[in-house]
């Protein structure tokens, strides 16, 4: 048998390779000559569409113009995630509760949810009124489809003008949008969202019944929600029978219902009025000739007094209760709920914050403020969540988060004192200290050594905390300084955490100087503990529920209080505290004869004042600020918040039994009752600050000392006197103490 020839087998082999590499080579020829062919018919037939000059640049902005577009609308669309998850299936029903408050004593003081006995519907609804409301506030509602761009540019040149003759911007389905989920809030991300929320809204609902939601669910000034309401409210009368010239005082009322309140400025309320009947004729819903007769006889409102309203109280109260059938601890919908709420004290409060902010806002800069009153226990007494409800809804003390500055160094220093390794005469030593690059320090750089903690407490020293939280993690046998800084901020965060702060803290090397943000109602809530000797105070605004039944259906004193910290923490705390009140930067918070402790804080800029404190019988959180974060000049905490804490608490401490702090020697106050066999008897835990008076009485007092404080209290911009100079003349650089957070220097 011959064996094959490996030479031939090896030539055919070659051959079939060089076949092969040939055809390849040759169809990537042809293809390459195909393609360019392709490619040169591809630019023939291109070079039509080719432009020179002109046409080139506007073909080049066009491209530009659609670029930036869809970029725009990406952003758009990210930044509208947030309104979309608050359309939710139920959304409509979410306000569906209708619950009736009631303060202290059991008597009403307001309303919130759906009112399901006495609706309206569209159809009942005058003419005049709907006519009125649409040919000002949005006279193409029923053409466009959420918003109106020829209605806003309409109602920019004529607003532009000057002429007096307002006209809204916004569509009324911008308007409804904000109304039902979201807030007041003057940003870009919350135009955004409120303009996709609107076109939802369209897409969702008719427009007669976005129509009806608006008329029912916009806030009208006087504590009132919706035309039928507000028309009993100012007129006395069903919405039916209204006259064409209450119709256009209503009307008036939607965009600006403060300011055009006709109980609290007549004459505005008629100008506006009259703007809206002149618009009605514009729109062609009138002639001249009918709105004559309303001109010439103006609406006129019935005589009220003004009301005790506490509207951000309720509005937070109400949020509870939801949050709570929500959740079905609660299954009814229709509720009576008794709040801790002392009218006189509420009444006393939103006085004095506006008679502080019309006095003193325009010497320091500063638009807002908040205030929060609780019970030791919690329990809600009085809430001032802004300069003006009718202005605006926001409620910056639940909902505004704020750099607290140094009023959240009592958390630090409760965690000292809770570790152990702490007393309020233990030595520490005010001296340079860094964490990496970040040096905090004291104002004017300079250091005050050695002294007790209480003093540095008083001083209100920026080191001292920082070594504080050091000391906390070498405890923990961690040796590395920044290292063991950030094991003694996570004790930190962990003690603010549990004695009532909300809000995440973020583990910064400035958080012990309180550079991480909380809000007013926290604060009081953290504060709490110290006044109540050491169990967790979660505020609460619900302390008995009943169903329509009248059957009981949730007790707040069911609950089981928890401990927190220990006695000895909190006579340890409270001693500190109250030093800072009696030798330190919260002296202007003092009251007489009675024992107070508290904290002030300033942050960077002045941007933030805060002035936190507590009695025995009260807490009180303090905040003054912009809220576009503006700095006021030179605002310190211990300047209008801590005079807000002592004008507001002064009279609420008189006629009821006086309560020492925790650990304390009783006030001298306290000592004097209980040395005079009980003069003043103890008093019902639901009392109220002036005792149980009538609301005539009670009104009639904080009138008379609301007299006597106007007479007493230095004028804005006066000179101050040697008493007023510890807290607000260059001397407080030494009662005060500073703070810098970032190495920018802020006064606490």
């Known amino acids: 048998m011959r064996l094959p020839n490996l030479n031939a087998i090896k030539t055919r082999i070659e051959r079939a390779a060089l076949a092969f590499d040939a055809w390849v080579n040759a169809s990537l020829y042809d293809s390459g000559q195909s393609t360019g062919a392709a490619y040169e018919r591809y630019q023939r037939f291109m070079s039509r569409f080719a432009v020179r000059g002109w046409k080139r640049i506007g073909l080049d902005l066009t491209s530009e113009v659609m670029t930036l577009g869809t970029g725009g609308i990406l952003l758009m669309l990210a930044m509208a995630q947030p309104a979309f998850r608050l359309t939710s299936d139920n959304w409509l029903k979410q306000q569906d509760l209708a619950v009736t408050f009631l303060d202290r004593y059991g008597t009403e003081v307001g309303r919130r949810g759906i009112k399901h006995d006495d609706s309206l519907s569209l159809d009942q609804f005058p003419d005049i009124m709907i006519k009125a409301l649409l040919s000002t506030e949005d006279r193409r509602f029923y053409d466009h489809y959420g918003i109106d761009p ?129 618009n009605m004729v514009e729109a062609g819903f009138v002639t001249e000739g009918q709105i004559q007769t309303a001109l010439r006889n103006p609406a006129t409102p019935v005589t009220r007094t003004r009301d005790i309203t506490a509207d951000y109280y309720l509005d937070w109260a109400f949020g509870q209760v939801k949050a709570m059938a929500d959740s079905g601890k609660i299954r009814d919908r229709v509720l009576t709920v008794k709040t801790p709420l002392d009218l006189a004290v509420q009444k006393r409060a939103d006085e004095v914050v506006a008679d502080i902010l019309r006095k003193s806002g325009d010497a320091y800069d500063v638009d807002e403020a908040a205030m929060v009153i609780l019970d030791p226990d919690g329990a809600l007494r009085a809430m001032v969540g802004g300069a003006d409800y009718g202005e605006s809804q926001f409620n910056r003390a639940t909902d505004a988060l704020r750099q607290p500055g140094s009023s959240f160094k009592p958390y630090v220093y409760a965690a000292a004192l809770a570790s152990g390794q702490f007393k309020p005469d233990t030595t520490v030593v005010d001296s340079p200290v860094c964490i990496g690059n970040w040096c905090p320090q004291n104002y004017g750089r300079s250091y005050s050594g050695r002294q007790p903690m209480w003093l540095a407490v008083a001083k209100s020293v920026n080191t001292i905390p920082i070594k504080v939280s050091i000391q906390l993690g070498k405890a923990m046998g961690i040796s590395h300084e920044a290292k063991a800084a950030k094991a003694g901020r996570a004790k930190i965060i962990a003690m603010a955490h549990s004695m009532g702060i909300t809000t995440p803290l973020i583990d910064t090397v400035s958080l012990p100087i309180g550079s991480d943000e909380v809000t007013v109602l926290d604060q009081a809530a953290g504060y709490a503990v110290f006044a109540n000797g050491g169990f967790k105070a979660k505020p609460y605004a619900a302390t008995e529920i009943r169903n329509s039944q009248g059957e009981v259906v949730y007790r707040h004193s069911d609950e089981a209080p928890e401990r927190v910290l220990s006695p000895q923490v909190v006579a340890d705390m409270n001693f500190m505290l109250n030093k800072v009140v009696e030798e330190g930067t919260g002296r202007r918070a003092q009251l007489e004869g009675i024992k107070v402790a508290g904290k002030s804080g300033t942050t960077n800029a002045y941007r933030d004042a805060w002035f936190v404190g507590y009695t025995g019988n009260y807490v009180a959180a303090v905040w003054y600020g912009n809220d576009d974060h503006t700095s006021t000049n030179k605002m310190t905490g211990g300047s209008l918040p801590a005079q807000t804490f002592h004008d507001v608490l002064e009279p609420a401490h008189k006629g009821i039994e006086i309560k020492g702090l925790p650990g304390l020697k009783e006030s001298p106050k306290a000592a004097a009752q209980q040395a005079s066999g009980g003069a003043t008897a103890p008093i019902d835990p639901n009392a109220s600050a002036f005792g149980k008076l009538s609301r005539r009485s009670f009104e009639v007092i904080g009138g008379l000392n609301g007299l006597f404080k106007g007479a007493e209290r230095p004028r804005a911009g006066a000179k101050p006197t040697s008493d007023d100079r510890a807290s607000v003349s260059p001397a407080r650089e030494v009662a005060e103490g500073v703070r810098a957070v970032g190495g920018r220097i802020a006064v606490p």
Request: aromatic letters at 10%.
């Open 150 to 278: 020829i209605g806003t540019a309409r109602a920019l040149v004529n607003n532009s003008r000057g002429s007096g003759n307002t006209q809204g911007g916004s569509s009324i389905t911008q308007q409804l949008a904000k109304n039902l989920f979201l807030t007041n809030e003057r940003s870009l991300e919350r135009k955004v969202n409120e303009a996709f929320l609107a076109f939802w809204l369209e897409s969702h609902l008719t427009k007669n019944e976005i129509l009806k939601l608006y008329l029912d669910r916009a806030y009208m000034g006087g504590g009132t929600f919706g035309a039928v309401a507000a028309a009993d409210y100012y007129f006395g009368k069903p919405l039916k029978d209204i006259s064409l010239a209450e119709a256009a005082m209503l009307a008036g009322l939607f965009k600006a219902p403060t300011k055009y309140a006709p109980h609290v400025n007549l004459p505005a309320a008629r100008a506006r009025a009259a703007d809206v009947l002149h």
